[in-house]
Structures are given as C-alpha cells and as structure tokens.
T-cell receptor, first 117, second 110 residues
Framework: GAVVSQHPSRVICKSGTSVKIECRSLDFQATTMFWYRQFPKQSLMLMAT?????????EQGVEKDKFLINHASLTLSTLTVTSAHPEDSSFYIC?????????????FGPGTRLTVL | EDKVVQSPLSLVVHEGDTVTLNCSYE??????LLWYKQEKKAPTFLFML????IEKKSGRLSSILDKKELFSILNITATQTGDSAIYLCAVGFSNYKLTFGKGTLLTVNP
C-alpha cells in the first residue's frame, strides 16, 4: 500500500529556533499533501494544504509566515516552524491523498513530535 | 462549533466485550466518512463509507453510515487489549480535506 514517511520523528529545540519537518510519499506521487497538528488529548486539526508547484493554502487562524510550507517536488513537502515557541510544541502529521479504484483515501505519515523548550 | 461529534469521548471495557462507537456530523456535500485508529503515532485507516446503509466489515470491526440521520457507527466485537486506541471519525470532501471529530479513547482491559 501507499507509504508516507516523515522526518524527523521527534525533535527538541530551543525557543526562537526554526525546525523543518519533511513529508515524503515513498511509492507514489502526491500533488497535494496536508499538514495537521494534534495537541495532547485533542483531535487532528488541519493546518494547511500543500500544493506542488504553487502556494500552500492555510486554514483560518494558522499563520502562514510562521508555518512555512514548501512542496518542492511530487514526493516531498516540508513544513518549517519558524521562531518556535513552547506553545508550538505538538504532534505534527502530514498526509497524502491516494485513489484506489475510484475511491479516495488519505495515508498519514508517522508524525513528528516537536518539543520547544 | 463542532461539525463532527464523536461519543463517547472515552470508554473502558473488558476483553471480549462488544463496543459501539458513534459519530454524528453536521456537514453537507461531503464525499465520504472515514474511520481511523490512532495508537501512539499517526492514524491508520479503517473504513471509508460513502453509501448509506451498506455495512463494511474487516475482521471483528464493522461500520455503517446513515446519511438520513447523519451518523455512523463503528462496532468492535470480542474486543482485545490490542484494540485499545483512539478511534477517529472524519468527514471527507471532494478536495480531499478531512474534518475530524475529537475521537473516542477506547481502553480494553484484560
């Protein structure tokens, strides 16, 4: 089946630094990828839609200058958390839609746990 | 305002019990309703439902969608400790976007 990978799986950084998270589709091409954030004991909240070859579209309330998204190729999207602060500590998950025989689903990466000290 | 509401938020059962998880939604023009299981990492796909009244089964798990009453249920029979997880319901749209409910935390005790 389709596989989505994320790197790193876990990162700890100091407040004020920037962190880059990579999301790769390993055996298929993804013109669209999604980035979610999940705080403890809460559900996944969509942050933005990453579009290959064009700008990302952000959900309401998500700062585009703080969460930079680059969809550099058909298999790679990156999320950069700029000037990270402790409140940005969260579980970040990417996903990519896949079509199987006319039905669509999304495959999720394993997630990246970000801790900002 | 929650558009996808799951209940109960948490549930504790013993091995062998049968559980029913609920998902109601208040959205229109959606493409599908999906169920995911989330353990310690990212969600894994369980079911996609697009038609009302057609049950989907996978082993001890089954799910059905009622588009008239705007809800779906996920059943797990003969539960095992490995079923302990958060079960997420999501509504999918034609642009592939998903709106998730808050999830049901299921704990299966031996």
């Amino acid at each position: 089946g389709a596989v989505v990978s994320q790197h790193p799986s876990r990162v700890i950084c100091k407040s004020g630094t920037s962190v880059k998270i990579e999301c790769r589709s390993l055996d298929f091409q993804a013109t669209t990828m999604f980035w979610y954030r999940q705080f403890p004991k809460q559900s996944l909240m969509l942050m933005a839609t990453s579009n290959e070859g064009s700008k990302a579209t952000y959900e309401q309330g998500v700062e585009k200058d703080k969460f930079l998204i680059n969809h550099a190729s058909l298999t790679l999207s990156t999320l950069t958390v700029t000037s990270a602060h402790p409140e940005d500590s969260s579980f970040y998950i990417c996903s990519a839609p896949v079509s199987h025989g006319g039905t669509d689903t999304q495959y999720f990466g394993p997630g990246t746990r970000l801790t900002v000290l | 305002e929650d558009k996808v509401v799951q209940s109960p938020l948490s549930l504790v059962v013993h091995e062998g019990d049968t559980v029913t998880l609920n998902c109601s939604y208040e959205v229109t023009n959606f493409r599908s309703l999906l169920w995911y299981k989330q353990e310690k990492k990212a969600p894994t796909f369980l079911f996609m439902l697009t038609s009302s009244g057609i049950e989907k089964k996978s082993g001890r798990l089954s799910s059905i969608l009622d588009k008239k009453e705007l809800f779906s249920i996920l059943n797990i029979t003969a539960t095992q400790t490995g079923d302990s997880a958060i079960y997420l319901c999501a509504v999918g749209f034609s642009n592939y976007k998903l709106t998730f409910g808050k999830g049901t935390l299921l704990t299966v005790n031996p």
